[in-house]
């Protein structure tokens, strides 16, 4: 299985600030990767996803990808205390057929 | 458009039983993938199953095996039970397209074994 890398956090900004979540990934044949928002308790909801290289912005969230550094983030702008969660990245296998997670980065926006 | 279900949500089971759990996709979607989560290990991949087929499985012993129907519900189960079974069971249904194809999860089964 290929692997991905997340600090776990948590990563506390005050609100209004921009939060910088990052991830790397081991696979360089990885072609999709996706951003997912879990808050406690709960099941994890997809935030976006990117499959070029640049980045591609979606309201307040914007999803980076270097394929050539195996890098993807994530930013958050204009952070909310309701954006307190732990964000997941994964990638897909190269089959297609496996979607495989890091461990996630705890954020914490506080007002 | 329905979300997908999970059934149970709270299982409590003894050591050495077996358990089966259940889910049902996003209508139309034919691909479901199983999870297990816990706060040391995070999301680990089970299984994916498409049209009844399993495609993918992750590194977990043959005591955790899956199967899917062909109206695309699929149960997973879990048998002789150890104490570190103990964990959210998530599923995960997709359009089964590759890499375009974002997994919607469902709320999760809680397995507790004592």
């Known amino acids: 299985q290929k692997e991905v890398e997340q600090n776990s956090g948590p990563l506390s900004v005050p609100e209004g600030a921009i939060a910088s979540l990052n991830c790397t990934y081991s696979?360089?044949?990885?072609?999709?990767f996706f951003w997912y928002r879990q808050y406690s308790g709960k099941s994890p909801e997809l935030i976006m996803f990117i499959y070029s290289n640049g980045d591609k912005e979606d309201g307040r969230f914007t999803a980076q990808l270097n394929k050539a550094s195996q890098y993807v983030s994530l930013l958050i702008r204009d952070s909310q205390p309701s954006d307190s969660a732990t964000y997941l990245c994964?990638?897909?296998?190269?089959?297609?057929?496996?979607?495989?997670f890091g461990k996630g980065t705890t954020l914490s926006v506080s007002s | 458009k329905a979300g997908v279900t999970q059934t149970p949500r709270y299982l409590i089971k003894t050591r050495g039983q077996q358990v089966t759990l259940s889910c049902s996709p996003i209508?139309?979607?034919?691909?479901v993938s199983w999870y297990q989560q816990t706060p040391g290990q995070g999301l680990q991949f089970l299984f994916e199953y498409f049209s009844e087929t399993q495609r993918n499985k992750g590194n977990f012993p043959g005591r955790f095996s899956g199967r899917q129907f062909s109206n695309s519900r699929s149960e997973m189960n879990v048998s002789t039970l150890e104490l570190g079974d103990s964990a959210l069971y998530l599923c995960?249904?997709?359009?089964?397209?590759?890499?375009?194809?974002?997994?919607?999860f469902g709320n999760g089964t809680r397995l507790t074994v004592t």
């Open positions: 995960a249904s997709s359009n089964g397209q590759g890499f375009s194809s974002p997994l919607h």
């Open positions: 994964a990638v897909y296998n190269q089959a297609g057929t496996a979607l495989i």
């Open positions: 696979d360089r044949g990885s072609q999709s």
């Open positions: 209508s139309g979607h034919r691909s």
